[in-house]
């Protein structure tokens, strides 16, 4: 036998745990060498030293597992060793260098003081910056401590005296002028507590710099907001100079957050790379806060004079051009009004009004009128006729057939509904966006309707009244199922007649229990799935504008059974497509018809028909003809148009 090799001591395993203890003691260090201060450690790199060192840790267990199973010589773990220690330096240097960017030094101010290192927007890494947005403040109530005085070179100055946030009320009338950078204290994120003294920005012109802290109401209510990162103070007070409706804005440095601040019901112009929060209640004068906005120091500025809005064109026709308007997109964020879509990608200077118009969207209809062109178009209900539902609002009958120089309509008669200045089109949001083409599925069910869950009673079966269900002519569905069930052993699909927890119900006749699948509210998918798997879609209502269950069910390549009296989707039953019934009285007749049919097969052809007649691609057409021929002098559509679509 060979002799046996000695034991390897303790001193032999000590390499393999020098270089993790040699990380943990350093990593600190590094990071504190590569940030301007513990304010400015971002997420990255903690986790970066958190996982290096787990990864040196793991490393020296691979190579005492090496070494054991190999049975290397004496001067592996010293080799071992230097690489491990090489991998430390190289990480080290990585580190540096991606830590560098993450603080800005600021240039010296002209009162000559010393250039200071402040995190600005290109280090906005950590989770502070990454949720940081208007309307989403963090509610942080702050402490009085007194902080300590900053001495920097060339000059001393005082720290400025910090007593509890207070609110600041922005005069604006009579404001000072602007002042030289201050040294202000700043809250800790999350607490509130003053944590360091930091350099107030000088005040750009026109404004006023109201105090510490985001924007807010006398009643601590934020204000709308325009909100865009990666700005100086200087541009996005420029920006805010650019829209008299702005009044306000609030400003972190840490991140370049602009919020552009707007009072509630103010209109916003259009702004590249600017994104809308209009949730905000804020009204009249602006108050600084005294918090942090999601642990950033902010400050709010209050515009120095605050001109009154422009009233629009005055009646003035404005230029004809193909750049969007600058409140375009403010104006589709009311609910009645809709955008125009074009084949090029963009909106164009058209407005779809789908809805009765509250006093505020017809004051901004008067305002803009001349400058963009309205159209209506038939969507909700009777509009823009009064609707008998009782639940509904009321006007005139005569005062939306005229308001606007256009409609897209679905009456059979529109000459004897508006008067002879509106150029009317039938058209209507169904005719577009159809499903495209599925595979058949097995018909399990003999008939699918789609419902509505938002008048679900209390009681666990209700009879489901309301505003929904009058639009769905639900008491005559209830009659017509007592006949599908009991005299034709039918078996259905309710869509959107149970409660959203699928507990509550509407009420269904005696007969139909266990015939009829009560459902829930469903995404289109599984909407699309029952009624491939029907074999024709039921659709009992009258004052329906606009049934787009009805052309998808034909894209879908399954028949109607369709009230005849229905106001808007009429259009798309004939021989090829479905039955119309009038009433009880003859809608025996009508399922007769359908099942004859739909058995002999061949004779209905759905999809065919509305694939021939509708769509994205005929539909835009149309509508484009209709604009092209009949506005052209009151809108200019952008090169290569060629298709224009509504969006609902």
Known sequence: MGRRRSAKGFGYYVPFALVPLLVVVLTPLLIHASASSHQHVTDIQVYGAFFYMLG????????????????????????????????????????????????????????????????????????????????????VAGTAQKPEQQVLPFQQYKPAQVANPVFVKAAAS???????????????????????????????????????????????????????????????????????????????????????????????????????????????????????????????????????????????????????????????????????????????????????????????????????????????????????????GKWPKDKFVGMFPGFLNMYREPENIFPSHVKVLDMSQSDFSLPGHHAPLPKKWDFTISGSDQDIGDAMVSDCVGWSMFAKNWSFAKQAFEVMCREFDMTGVLVATKDKQGVKRCAIPESCEGKLLQTTYLGQDEFFSYVRQSRFLFLPQVHDASPRVASQALALDVPLLMNKNIIGGWKYVNEK????????????????????????????????????????????????????????????????????????
């Open 56 to 139: 040196i840790s793991l490393l020296s267990l691979v190579g005492l597992g090496v070494d054991k199973a190999c049975q290397c010589g004496k001067g592996f773990p010293i080799t071992f060793l230097a690489f491990q220690l090489f991998l430390t330096f190289v990480a080290a240097m990585v580190g540096m260098q991606m830590s560098m960017p993450h603080t800005l030094l600021v240039p010296p101010s002209q009162d000559g003081l010393l250039p200071v290192h402040e995190e600005g927007h290109l280090s906005a890494k950590g989770s502070s910056a990454f949720l940081h947005g208007p309307l989403l403040s963090a509610k």
């Open 174 to 392: 009579a404001a000072s002028p602007p002042s030289p950078p201050a040294i202000v204290a700043a809250a800790s994120p999350g607490l509130g507590d003053v944590v360091a003294p930091v350099m107030a920005a000088a005040v750009p012109p026109g404004w006023v710099d109201a105090g510490n802290g985001y924007c807010e109401d006398e009643s601590k209510q934020e204000y709308n907001s325009l909100h865009r990162h990666g700005l100086s103070l200087d541009g996005c007070a420029q920006a805010g100079l650019q829209d008299p409706a702005c009044i306000f804005l609030d400003f972190s440095a840490a991140d370049g957050g602009c919020d552009l601040r707007y009072p509630a019901d103010a209109l916003a112009q259009d702004m590249d790379g600017f994104e809308w929060f209009g949730s905000g209640a804020g009204r009249g004068d602006a108050f600084a806060s005294g918090k942090t906005k999601h642990g950033l120091d902010t400050r709010c500025y209050t515009k120095r004079n605050r001109a009154a809005p422009s009233a629009g064109s005055g009646g003035q026709t404005r230029t004809l051009t193909t750049k969007l308007h600058p409140y375009y997109n403010s104006l589709i964020r009311e609910y009645s009004f809709r955008p125009v879509r074009a084949n090029t990608g963009g909106y164009v200077n058209i407005i779809l009004v789908h809805s009765p118009l509250s006093d505020k969207e017809e004051a901004l209809f008067n305002k803009f009128k001349d400058e963009l062109l309205f159209i209506g178009i038939m969507s909700l209900e009777d509009f823009p006729l009064p609707p008998p539902n009782p639940f509904s």
């Open 577 to 648: 497509t479905g039955e119309f019934f009038n009433d009880l009285s003859d809608i025996r007749d009508s399922i007769r018809r359908l099942q004859k049919n739909i058995a002999s097969g061949g004779v209905y052809e759905p999809r065919k028909w509305v694939s021939a007649n509708y769509g994205d691609n005929i539909a835009g057409a149309k509508f484009f003809k209709w604009i092209d021929e009949d506005f052209k002098d009151r809108v200019k559509l952008p090169k290569g148009t060629r298709l224009l679509f509504p969006i609902s």
